[in-house]
């Protein structure tokens, strides 16, 4: 997927004048930096980005002109990303499980923070990886809660086997820290209350002063018109809770946020390819492309239509049943939509805060899947 080199003032101007038949994705760098400074100046504590979320080159570029300094990275593909756009940025290698070419890789590359939450991980860490100077940050789990899904469903060690962990981090020389992830889309400032409580009672078990805590990702964006992330709200909980929790030896605060930094800095355009019988609306993109996530974290209703003059629909609306472009039953939206009654084929159906594991999980399923990526100065329709 290409950049457009053209800078284009709004959506609309795009549609109106390219009348693309493949989705298009809109990007705004000023956004995305402002998001970026909005965390960088309220959370208390290191911002590293998920560049699992959105890898594309120029939003790593637009994270660094913004400020950013840390990468949380998961592959060795995403270190050769972060050091050939940010040379001197921090990597954490927070992907707990990794072969020893990774391992490899990752030592090569300058990583000089990892994450575990096995003995068996801690062990070829331990093999391969030199402490000088080296963190490694025990991850652990609790039931989730207040989160779209559950990321402790397959990271994360128990609190006993996190306290043994720990210990072990701390006898072999290696900077030790705690780290954990809510969630994702917690849009409650109390999620994370249970979490930092539980890192400080694991330190204080296992006889260890940690260095710091890693609080994961899990901040929102944008998803639906009724809920309007207080992302303020959530740093200043974080703060207020590890203070309490962990008292004069607090430890240094660390984040990753992956959708909450570039959620809402994309649009996505796809276009209507049939209204069935007046009833089921089918778009040429679908859960095999850029709407790949919302039958796993739910839908999003920021959702508004355009004419093929880039007129925005008005009038009243009524649920409708959303299909993709694939010849497979299953690539629906899920639930009902609502939709302006007048939609036509041909029309535009914009969904707004599509910047994070859109581009990077769409597909070629079925020879769909083209996508594009123009800049615009606003994401106003």
């Given at each position: 997927m290409?950049?457009s080199?053209?800078?284009?003032?709004?959506p609309?101007?795009?549609?109106r004048t390219?009348?693309?038949?493949?989705?298009?994705?809109?990007?705004?760098?000023?956004l995305?930096q402002?998001?970026?400074?909005r965390?960088?100046?309220?959370?208390?504590?290191m911002?590293?980005?998920a560049?699992k979320?959105?890898?594309e080159e120029?939003?790593?570029e637009?994270?660094?002109?913004?400020?950013v300094?840390?990468?949380?990275?998961?592959?060795?593909?995403?270190?050769?990303?972060?050091?050939?756009?940010?040379?001197?940025?921090a990597?954490?290698?927070?992907?707990p499980?990794?072969s020893?070419?990774?391992?490899?890789?990752?030592?090569?590359?300058?990583?000089?923070?990892?994450?575990?939450?096995?003995?068996?991980?801690?062990?070829?860490?331990?093999e391969l990886?030199?402490p000088?100077?080296?963190?490694i940050?025990v991850?652990?789990?609790?039931?989730v809660?207040?989160a779209?899904?559950?990321?402790?469903?397959?990271?994360?060690?128990t609190?006993?086997?996190?306290?043994?962990?720990?210990?072990?981090?701390?006898?072999?020389?290696?900077?030790?820290?705690l780290?954990?992830?809510?969630?994702?889309q917690?849009?409650e400032?109390g999620?994370?209350?249970?979490?930092?409580?539980?890192?400080?009672?694991?330190a204080?078990?296992?006889?260890v002063?940690?260095?710091r805590?890693?609080?994961?990702?899990?901040f929102?964006?944008?998803?639906?018109?009724?809920?309007?992330?207080e992302?303020?709200?959530?740093?200043d909980?974080?703060?207020?809770?590890?203070?309490?929790?962990?008292?004069?030896?607090?430890?240094?605060?660390v984040?990753?946020?992956?959708r909450?930094?570039?959620?809402d800095?994309?649009?996505?355009a796809?276009?209507?390819?049939?209204?069935?019988d007046?009833?089921?609306?089918f778009?040429?993109d679908?859960?095999?492309?850029?709407?790949?996530?919302l039958?796993?974290?739910g839908v999003?209703?920021?959702?508004?239509?355009?004419?093929?003059?880039?007129?925005?629909?008005?009038?009243?609306?009524?649920?409708?049943?959303?299909?993709g472009?694939?010849?497979?039953s299953?690539?629906?939206?899920?639930?009902?939509?609502?939709?302006?009654?007048?939609?036509e084929?041909?029309d535009?159906?914009?969904?707004?805060?599509?910047?994070?594991?859109?581009?990077?999980t769409?597909?070629r399923?079925?020879?769909?899947?083209e996508?594009?990526?123009?800049?615009?100065l606003?994401?106003k329709?």
């Amino acid at each position: 997927m290409g950049l457009s080199k053209t800078i284009w003032t709004r959506p609309a101007e795009y549609l109106r004048t390219m009348q693309p038949e493949a989705p298009v994705l809109f990007f705004s760098p000023s956004l995305l930096q402002s998001v970026a400074r909005r965390f960088i100046d309220g959370f208390p504590g290191m911002v590293t980005y998920a560049v699992k979320a959105n890898p594309e080159e120029v939003v790593i570029e637009n994270l660094a002109a913004a400020g950013v300094r840390g990468y949380d990275v998961s592959s060795p593909a995403e270190m050769r990303l972060v050091r050939r756009v940010d040379p001197d940025a921090a990597m954490h290698y927070n992907n707990p499980v990794r072969s020893r070419a990774e391992i490899r890789a990752a030592v090569e590359l300058g990583v000089k923070s990892y994450s575990v939450d096995s003995a068996s991980e801690l062990a070829k860490l331990m093999e391969l990886v030199s402490p000088e100077g080296c963190e490694i940050s025990v991850r652990f789990k609790l039931p989730v809660m207040g989160a779209a899904y559950n990321a402790g469903a397959k990271f994360g060690a128990t609190v006993e086997l996190a306290t043994d962990l720990l210990a072990d981090v701390a006898r072999a020389g290696f900077i030790p820290s705690l780290a954990f992830h809510p969630g994702t889309q917690c849009t409650e400032p109390g999620a994370w209350d249970p979490y930092i409580r539980t890192a400080a009672s694991i330190a204080k078990n296992a006889g260890v002063t940690i260095s710091r805590l890693n609080v994961g990702g899990g901040f929102p964006n944008h998803r639906l018109n009724g809920v309007t992330p207080e992302l303020e709200a959530i740093f200043d909980r974080i703060a207020d809770v590890t203070e309490e929790a962990f008292g004069s030896s607090d430890p240094d605060l660390v984040c990753e946020p992956g959708r909450g930094v570039c959620g809402d800095a994309f649009t996505l355009a796809s276009r209507v390819k049939a209204v069935r019988d007046g009833q089921h609306v089918f778009l040429n993109d679908g859960i095999y492309g850029s709407l790949t996530e919302l039958p796993l974290i739910g839908v999003i209703d920021r959702v508004e239509v355009l004419t093929p003059e880039g007129k925005l629909r008005t009038g009243e609306k009524s649920e409708r049943i959303l299909f993709g472009p694939t010849c497979d039953s299953v690539d629906r939206i899920p639930g009902e939509m609502k939709l302006v009654d007048g939609v036509e084929e041909g029309d535009f159906v914009v969904f707004q805060g599509m910047g994070a594991y859109s581009s990077v999980t769409n597909t070629r399923f079925n020879g769909f899947g083209e996508l594009s990526l123009a800049t615009v100065l606003s994401l106003k329709l």
